[in-house]
């Protein structure tokens, strides 16, 4: 499983269900962290990651939407799907830029 912290407005639009997305940027840190959450060794890094690219992969995450950094704080537990591409800006993507896409399947 993996906890995000996300703002207050992204929560909220979450929950109402009327966010179905939430992004990341792409860079190692990201990399690491949804590599072990999909279950795949750093071996397999470029391979998973062109995968990805190309359509959604397979396998669930479940992601902790955290609305702070405190273990109080107002949460989500989500089943998402795992993608790279382009996000929407009504949901905080920039115009152009390619992300790591948490499409929320469903909230549990």
Known sequence: MLIL????????????????????????YWDVRFLKAIGFTESKFED?????????CSKG????????YSKDSPEIVARC????GEGKAEWGAE????YYVLRIERIL
């Not at 912290?5 to 940027?25: A, L, N």
């Not at 799907?81 to 790279?84: A, T």
């Open 48 to 56: 998973i990651k062109e995968s990805l690219k190309k359509k959604e």
């Open 81 to 84: 799907l795992l993608s790279i």
């Open 61 to 68: 995450i479940i992601v902790t939407f955290r609305n702070g």
């Open 5 to 28: 912290p996300i703002k207050k407005k992204w929560f909220d639009m979450i929950s109402r269900g009327e966010k179905k997305e939430e992004y990341r940027e792409i860079k190692r």
């Open 95 to 98: 115009p152009g830029e390619k």
